[in-house]
């Protein structure tokens, strides 16, 4: 099933006027609360209705080490997460704080795993094309390396692979300087990262590594 396009870029068009609006709105939550329902969004239309399931945003999970709030969760009632994405966004001083997101990232995989090994965890990126919007200080940011720190974090396919891996991970390039704000096709260069497949990839690899739970529209 093709991502709904329409939907995510008006998503993103509200991105748009919610941070030029609000300047604090990326710190607020705001701003990357309107992905959130639009990957809640994508979810529902592959989820099947079901009593044993609970389709749960800003959902309370504790993982191996410490309690995480996770974006958007599939919940097994009685048993715990199935499906988590969490996302994030990185508008400003993109290559130099770069390093320490990329740490917190593995780290929220790795506590996650550790706990619910057969999760299927999936981590949705937004970056702007340019930093050129707002108040923030023009800046382009290094895709190319980006994109190489995050396919070694992607495509965790068993359940007893590395647990600092997500099973999925989209990056979404975002030119917010158009009007409405248009996905940049260029970035990411790897299909893997592309959003285009993103949802279904986790349905799909929740289908594969826990084949008895039909949980498919």
Known sequence: MPIDKKKLLNTLKEMKQEYISNTGAVRSSKFIN??????????????????KLELKPEAQIYGSHKAKKVDVTLLLKDNGPIVAISLKSQMSSIAKNFGDRYEALIGDATGLHEK???????????????????????????????????????????????????????????DFEKDPPQIVSEYPKNKDLKIDNFFDNLIDTFEKRTPELDIRK
Not at 40 to 51: A, D, G, P, Q, V
Not at 130 to 144: H, R, S, V, Y
């Open 116 to 174: 619910f090994p057969f999760l299927v965890f999936g981590m949705l990126y937004l970056l702007p094309f340019n930093t050129n919007l707002g108040p923030a200080i023009d800046e382009t940011p290094p895709f190319e390396k980006i994109e190489r720190n995050l396919i070694t974090i992607t495509n965790r396919k068993d359940f007893d692979d590395r647990s600092s891996k997500y099973e999925h991970f989209a990056l979404l390039v975002v």
């Open 34 to 51: 309107k992905l959130h329902d639009y990957s809640e969004y994508e979810l529902e239309l592959r989820i099947k209705k079901s009593t």
